[in-house]
């Protein structure tokens, strides 16, 4: 795609009201957001395969250093004016924010907890949503059949909290319920690009905005909890890849190309395929278990999220 038809794409929401009615999703959405929750399933367990040779705080730093050198080429590249006066800089820097302690919390908490556990309660996200979108996107409020669908996930995260692991020990909790807070920043990240000028931002730069003002939060975490790294071996190099290449620098790009055109009630809850797929990513290459009650849980929130996204 070259520049003339980048700026014709990037036309409609830059034209579309702050709070306008979204559309529902459609067969290249629905395919995109296939990918991507495929992807991010297998992103909490390439966290965990990193942790015993590069410290969270410094993972998730490298992460967003990284993954902004690499969306700042890409964008220059396509001839996306990063740089230009568009009043987005105020709501730039709280996406920024939220987008940054989101991550603190998620890989400091995958340190105590599986990461099969991590995927199901940060997929709550779609919950936090729905909430936000009745107060502040009146064009995008769920009706009762969505409403009960939430409120099936919403039992079978009760569920799961209810179901330690075989192996939990006294962090597990606390790893479970730091999920469920990035889960609810990850909501209002989400519900601060839909209500302010960031929507008709170009996608690239809403991702900038967030990459440039959580990498040096990370990095001063790092710092205050005294993180240190040698050189990683392979399994840990090629984690690290994944996740600022692959993850931040092309899925969440995409991602926020679809928020700023689709539902993002709908958008977040099509996401119920993010659990399942990272359940049984963590159980295959982690070898994490899935007791009964646990998988029932998975199952609650799954069709609760498929209630949600139906028309």
């Not at 967003?64 to 730039?92: E, H, K, Y």
């Amino acid at each position: 795609m070259n520049v003339s038809e980048t700026a014709a794409a990037r036309q409609p929401a830059s034209r579309q009201p702050l709070a306008a009615a979204a559309p529902p999703l459609d067969a290249l959405a629905a395919a995109i957001m296939l990918v991507l929750c495929l992807s991010w399933g297998f992103n909490q367990v390439a966290v965990k395969l990193a942790l015993p040779e590069v410290p969270p705080f410094l993972q998730a730093a490298i992460r967003s250093a990284g993954g902004a050198l690499i969306v700042t080429l890409f964008a220059r590249w396509r001839g996306v004016a990063l740089m230009r006066r568009d009043a987005t800089l105020f709501a730039g820097i709280i996406a920024g924010l939220l987008f940054g302690f989101e991550f603190l919390l998620i890989y400091r908490g995958l340190v105590w907890t599986t990461a099969s556990r991590a995927v199901l309660f940060l997929y709550m996200a779609p919950f936090f949503v729905a909430l936000g979108a009745r107060l502040f996107l009146p064009g995008e409020r769920l009706g009762a059949r969505q409403w009960l669908g939430l409120a099936l996930s919403f039992l079978g995260v009760a569920l799961a909290l209810g179901v330690p692991g075989p192996a939990a020990d006294a962090y597990a909790l606390l790893g479970d319920l730091m999920m469920i807070a990035a889960a609810a920043l990850w909501a209002a990240t989400t519900l601060v690009i839909k209500t302010s000028a960031l929507v008709r931002a170009p996608h690239e730069k809403i991702l900038l905005y967030q990459l440039a003002v959580s990498a040096p939060l990370m990095g001063l975490a790092a710092a205050l909890f005294g993180e240190k790294m040698a050189m990683p071996s392979a399994v840990p190099a090629a984690s690290l890849l994944y996740q600022t290449i692959w993850i931040t620098s092309v899925t969440y790009v995409a991602w926020f190309w679809l928020i700023v055109r689709y539902s993002a009630s709908r958008l977040s809850a099509f996401t119920f395929l993010t659990p399942l797929f990272g359940i049984a990513a963590g159980h295959l290459v982690l070898g994490e278990p899935i007791t009964p009650a646990f998988a029932a849980a998975a199952a609650l929130v799954a069709a609760g999220l498929v209630l949600v996204n139906r028309r």
